[in-house]
């Protein structure tokens, strides 16, 4: 019990002071690695309380793709330069933030130590957490029968969002024009090309063979590799 | 010394949440935004979880599940919009983007 209290302890000391400096921080990239500390953290209280694969996503997702995510548009956009804290565009707005976190800090406060350390409810009896089996096994148990339908249209929304992300971040160009692309496969079409190439070489005498590779492409809607560059200019 | 109980993981994720929606409302760029987003979506699966070994019932954990599938999406469509905006402008300032056009 103490071992479990000194975890729990420290583990919320480190939350909490990733969370204030996810707030308080005026870099963003020191933003970032905040919110890493408070994941980490909030990892370690999944573990404690027994819920080892949400532990295991929490650590994977949260801090191996969300913040990398995060950390690459902060760098890409160059925008990890400080942020004023000076200027209030509305009137009495930070007054007013630190009004409303106080109350949902009292309300909820509140709510949670009036009533002693019961908690209300009743213990389930379709999804029992059973102790012999793993928690994974258990938790694909109720995600494969009771919550089926919501994990199918989950990979909807995936697909959504990845839809979504490449129709934001592409450049609208020109419609891709089909005649330019003659009959044939690719590699029917790379190997004319190469020997194209070669016969005009051989024919020159030219002997720099080295940008052979990736010379020569014609500019056919490579709109993602224009767009990163212009943004890291 | 005290016990360690269901009120010490609930108490600790109001805080967070409560952290999380102070930074939403005090800062002004959107990605710092989208990162107190995160904190109080991670106060509240804390909260699930908490429930979930309190009422002994691995729904709440599925329920976390769903969360962190929704809050990656969602990074990934926001942060497609704010690399959307500011390719257009060079700000990173929430309260410039209040017209909705660009």
Not at chain 1, 141 to 147: I, P
Not at chain 1, 199 to 213: M, P, V, Y
Not at chain 2, 52 to 65: C, E, P, R, T
Not at chain 2, 77 to 83: A, E, K, R
Request: charged share 15%.
């Amino acid at each position: 019990m103490r071992v479990e209290m000194f975890t729990f302890l420290l583990t919320a000391a480190i939350c909490l002071a990733g969370s204030a400096g996810v707030v308080l921080l005026r870099n963003p990239v020191h933003n970032a690695l905040s919110l890493v500390a408070t994941l980490f953290g909030v990892a370690v209280l999944f573990i404690q309380q027994g819920a080892y694969f949400l532990a295991a996503i929490q650590v994977i997702v949260y801090a191996g793709a969300i913040v990398i995510l995060f950390l690459f548009v902060i760098m890409l956009l160059g925008v990890d330069r400080a942020e004023g804290f000076d200027r209030d565009p509305i009137l009495g707005q930070r007054p007013a933030a630190i009004a409303v976190a106080v109350a949902i800090l009292g309300l909820s406060l509140t709510a949670l130590l009036s009533v002693g350390s019961r908690v209300t409810g009743q213990a389930s009896t379709l999804a029992a957490i059973d102790g012999s089996e793993p928690n994974i096994n258990a938790l694909a148990k109720v995600l494969f029968t009771d919550y089926v339908f919501a994990f199918e249209i989950t990979s909807v929304l995936l697909t959504v969002a990845v839809v979504g992300a490449v129709v934001l971040s592409r450049k609208a160009g020109p419609a891709i024009d089909l005649g330019e692309f003659p009959e044939g496969t690719t590699a029917d079409l790379l190997e004319a090309r190469h020997a194209a190439k070669t016969q005009r070489h051989e024919a020159e005498g030219d002997d720099s063979q080295g940008d052979d590779l990736e010379g020569d492409d014609p500019d056919d809607g490579d709109a993602e590799d224009e767009t990163t560059q212009e943004a890291l200019r | 010394m005290l016990a360690l109980n269901e009120t010490w993981y609930l108490v600790l994720a109001a805080m967070i949440f409560t952290i999380g929606s102070l930074g939403l409302l005090t800062r002004k760029n959107p990605l710092v935004m989208f990162m107190c987003v995160e904190l109080m979506l991670n106060a509240v699966n804390l909260t699930f979880v908490t429930f979930s070994k309190a009422l002994d019932d691995i729904a709440g954990q599925a329920i976390v599940f769903f969360v962190m599938v929704v809050a990656a999406a969602e990074v990934v469509v926001g942060l497609g919009i704010i690399v959307a905006i500011m390719r257009r402008r060079q700000s990173a300032n929430a309260d410039d983007v209040s017209l909705m056009r660009g």
